[in-house]
């Protein structure tokens, strides 16, 4: 037979399962306050990408256009340089100096001497061309790069997705080109700290551990309402809602829980020693007798 002692003791382990969950709760709402940075971070993500990778391509492609059109101008002079030697290999002064104009150069009548000339002269061509090549590899190299940081900044829909090794991969990589090519947009921003996984984890098991000692207790009608909010806990954990759900759920769980507990204080005569019963013929009332038990307190 169930006594009002075991109701009592029921109901006051309801109250210390709820006390304890509602402080999970609260600790894993401050935890995930901990990425609130992150958070603002990511939200400018897209402002990100439009002021400094974007930019950046469109910087690159002018660029390997620029040296493209420079080293296709070296190319012609050293062809040039070919046709001033061989004019000057038939004796004619006059063609390769008319060829050579454009270098701002006066060929030495001698011969030798303007085989020198022109030698110099495609060694700084040359060594132009070869500065030009290794610029344009840097570029391209630079674009694999700013185009392989865009793909990651949009990869991840949501804060949690974001894989911090690589997002942080790419934003040293993309300040280092930065720096290195003199590209002029702003630096990105490291990503800041967030909250410690394993932190969250950990408080999701204990809320489910919790949970399960909450529905393993006899059911009590009174306790409906926070048993609701409860449910939509164990949803939030397993969707794992940021610190907002969680502060909300514990406000919700402290009103309902202490409404059920002032339900239950000022439901038994055991608590509120006023017990209805028989006072004369046919007549019943309320009689004030000695509590047996005290108020179970909120929480």
Request: aromatic content about 6%; some cysteine.
């Given at each position: 037979?169930t ?93 390769a ?15 030798d ?22 610029d ?14 865009k ?103 402290l ?11 000022k439901?038994y ?31």
């Amino acid at each position: 037979m169930t006594t009002f002692s075991d109701i009592y003791a029921n109901a006051r382990g309801y109250r210390d399962d709820f006390l304890k969950l509602n402080n999970l709760v609260q600790q894993l709402s401050s935890e995930k306050a901990k990425g609130d940075p992150l958070v603002s971070w990511f939200r400018l993500r897209d402002r990100r990408v439009n002021e400094v990778l974007e930019p950046m391509q469109i910087e690159l492609r002018n660029r390997i256009k620029k040296l493209e059109r420079e080293m296709n101008e070296d190319e012609a002079n050293i062809e040039l340089l070919n046709k001033a030697r061989n004019a000057i290999a038939n004796d004619n002064m006059e063609l390769a100096n008319r060829i050579t104009r454009d270098f701002d150069v006066e060929i030495a009548k001698n011969s030798d001497e303007a085989y020198v000339q022109l030698g110099s002269l495609q060694k700084v061509i040359e060594k132009r061309k070869i500065i030009c090549s290794d610029d344009i590899l840097r570029c391209k190299e630079c674009m694999k790069d700013t185009r392989r940081a865009k793909t990651t900044f949009l990869s991840a829909r949501r804060t949690k997705e974001i894989d911090r090794a690589s997002f942080s991969v790419a934003i040293r990589s993309i300040n280092d080109w930065r720096s290195s090519l003199d590209i002029d947009v702003p630096e990105l921003k490291e990503l800041p700290e967030s909250y410690d996984v394993a932190n969250v984890s950990s408080l999701h098991e204990q809320i489910r551990a919790t949970v399960g000692n909450i529905d393993s207790r006899y059911k009590m009608k009174i306790f409906a309402s926070p048993i609701r909010t409860v449910r939509t806990i164990i949803h939030d954990v397993g969707n794992d809602r940021g610190k907002k759900a969680f502060a909300n759920r514990s406000n919700e769980l402290l009103s309902n829980v202490n409404e059920s507990i002032d339900i239950f204080n000022k439901k038994y005569w055991q608590i509120t020693g006023s017990r209805w019963e028989r006072i004369g013929t046919n007549q019943h009332g309320y009689r004030l007798v000695p509590p047996t038990h005290t108020e179970i307190p909120k929480i």
